[in-house]
């Protein structure tokens, strides 16, 4: 069991399920994923992923809070890059072309770089749901690697499918979750109250059945 797991677990559960209620937190937690997926492609040493990990978020963050101050667009930049690597994780055979995979997850990076820009919090909604998808499934892969070795590095076709199936499955949820959560935030209405169902007419009392009066004595 890969210590790390657990952290990159974490990481992945607060930037699907909570991602898109601060900036700064979705800046971090992509940083984090980034860092994290990358190293895991080149070693399997635990501190050597999770101290890349940090190194990547803190960097992110510091690069893109005190010099570009455009965190939108390196959100959504990190969380597509991550994104990529999924994609090419869970479609790429063993015989598939390295350049190719950097290729596409440089490609879905900056598609998804440019469509955070311009549609905001939308777009960084779904960014970051199916972003933390993917470490949450890495991570889960590393905490029980018999039972979910295949969340990582599908190699058959069902596999493929699966994970391919679980990662939208999870990236939904997250979709979902924090939709409901930040409607504010992200500039949609409130939900309306349900309202209670009107209480039944209360039933009209029964008549009080009058009593026959009784002739005066002596009559």
Known sequence: MDSSGLIALLVGVLLCF???RSVNLALLAAGF??????????????????????????????VVSLIFRVATFFVGLATGAVIGAKLV???AGPGSSVLLGI??????????????????RRALLWLTALGGASLILTGAALLWPDAFDMLRHPEDGWQQTVMLVVWLAVGGSGWYVQRQIFRKRLGLPPKEPKT??????????????TQPTEPPAGS
């Open 89 to 91: 994780s869970a479609l």
């Open 33 to 62: 994923s980034v860092g994290y997926l990358i190293a895991d492609a080149f070693t399997t040493d635990s501190w050597t992923k999770l101290w890349v990990g940090l190194g990547s978020a803190l960097l992110m963050w510091l």
């Open 18 to 20: 909570y991602g898109i």
């Open 196 to 209: 209670a169902p009107a209480p039944a007419p209360a039933p009209a009392p029964a008549p009080t059945p």
């Open 103 to 120: 290729i596409v997850v440089v490609s879905v990076a900056f598609a998804s770089a440019l469509l955070a820009e311009k549609y905001s």
